[in-house]
């Protein structure tokens, strides 16, 4: 059966210090994969999807950045956080094709101070 | 612009009795629609789909209606139990890649 991971769980962080936080998934090929934020109160907002090693989607301008060096593997980064990159981010994957649903991690609480 | 909407933020329901949560879209082109379960903390699970090719699918004590006309969905929980206290998030895709989600309901269910 197919799992995904992300990690890490909960996360503070200063203003201006970089970022990074790592999703695989395991029992699956090629897998689509999604970076999502969920800010407190709100829905999730989409920010990268990949079709495949090295394919990003940007969803939304802002100073993350996301990466897939290997086909379950899926990278969202950051230079320089800002206060307002606070949230709730969630990976997810799903078989590629139609009517294929969204599977979600735990997710990474991140506290920007 | 949010293609998607949940316009009740919360919902209480008596222990076994029906709760229903409502969600509209307005992008004529989706064409696949989920519902998900989501507890503090954790990432949302999966719970039924449908295809716009039916307007009704069935999972045990789940139940989603799709009114394509209305651009509208529902889901139906019968009976509802205190586990299924939860927020509920409905999402929609045209053609697979990209999916959208509303705000999201937060279903109480009271015993």
């Known amino acids: 059966s197919q799992t995904i991971h992300q990690w890490p769980a909960t996360l503070v962080q200063p203003v201006g210090s970089p970022l990074s936080l790592e999703c695989t998934v395991e029992g699956t090929s090629n897998p689509n994969l999604y970076w999502y934020r969920q800010a407190a109160g709100r829905g999730l907002q989409l920010l990268f999807y990949s079709v495949g090693i090295g394919q990003i989607s940007s969803e939304v301008p802002q100073n993350l950045s996301a990466s897939r060096p290997q086909d379950r593997q899926f990278i969202l980064s950051s230079k320089k956080l800002l206060l307002s990159d606070s949230g709730f981010y969630l990976c997810?994957?799903?078989?590629?094709?139609?009517?294929?649903?969204?599977?979600f991690g735990d997710g990474t609480r991140l506290s920007i101070l | 612009d949010q293609q998607v909407k949940q316009n009740s933020p919360s919902l209480s329901v008596q222990e076994g009795r029906i709760s229903i949560l409502n969600c509209d879209y307005t992008?004529?082109?989706?064409?696949?629609f989920l519902w998900y379960k989501k507890y503090p903390a954790e990432g949302p699970t999966f719970l039924i789909s449908i295809s716009s090719i039916k307007d009704k699918n069935e999972d045990g004590r789940f139940t989603v209606f799709l009114n394509k006309s209305a651009k509208h969905l529902s889901l139906h929980i019968v009976p509802s139990q205190p586990g299924d206290s939860a927020v509920y998030f409905c999402a929609a895709s045209a053609l697979g890649n990209q999916f959208y989600f509303g705000t999201g309901t937060s279903l109480t269910v009271i015993p």
């Open positions: 992008n004529s082109m989706f064409d696949y």
């Open positions: 997810a994957w799903r078989i590629q094709g139609r009517d294929q649903p969204q599977h």
